[in-house]
């Protein structure tokens, strides 16, 4: 008999349909997948950021978005949240992308794309079709942590 070695590298996807109840069901997705593949010292952030990230989706677009976290060969974690509309915050966009300018300390809202400078190694994102004949395209958006 053999043992079999569970792979360093691995990928989960999920739908989510444009739902208030989204982030809640993102943040419950990546604590269990992350609990069982043993990345808990990553697992605060990676909720976080996930959960930023597919709160903004439902609040600035109308339609569904996906979620996929995504372990690299080196440890990393890299998460993706699609979303359907097509503009690239300021963070995510081309370089550089060091600086967004701070909420007001009144502001409701405001600080997620803080909390990815925080909280993140790398980040990214792009447009996905050119607007025009790629109608409902989006946008991805991205983050990595390492542990």
Avoid: C, I
Wanted: charged fraction near 20%; proline fraction near 7%.
């Amino acid at each position: 008999m053999s043992t079999v070695s569970l792979p360093d590298t691995w990928v989960y996807a999920l739908r989510l349909p444009h739902d208030p109840r989204a982030a809640r069901v993102a943040r419950m997705t990546v604590r269990a997948v992350l609990h069982g593949h043993g990345r808990h010292e990553v697992l605060d952030a990676v909720e976080l950021l996930t959960s930023e990230l597919v709160t903004n989706a439902y609040r600035h677009t109308r339609g569904p978005a996906s979620l996929r976290l995504t372990a690299l060969a080196d440890g990393r974690l890299r998460v993706g949240v699609w979303d359907s509309h097509p503009r690239v915050p300021a963070l995510f966009s081309e370089p550089p992308q060091d600086h967004v300018s701070p909420a007001p300390p009144d502001a409701e809202g405001g600080r997620g794309l803080h909390l990815v400078q925080a909280h993140a190694d790398r980040w990214g994102g792009m447009a996905l079709g050119d607007g025009v004949l790629d109608r409902g395209a989006g946008k991805l958006l991205w983050f990595e942590v390492s542990g």
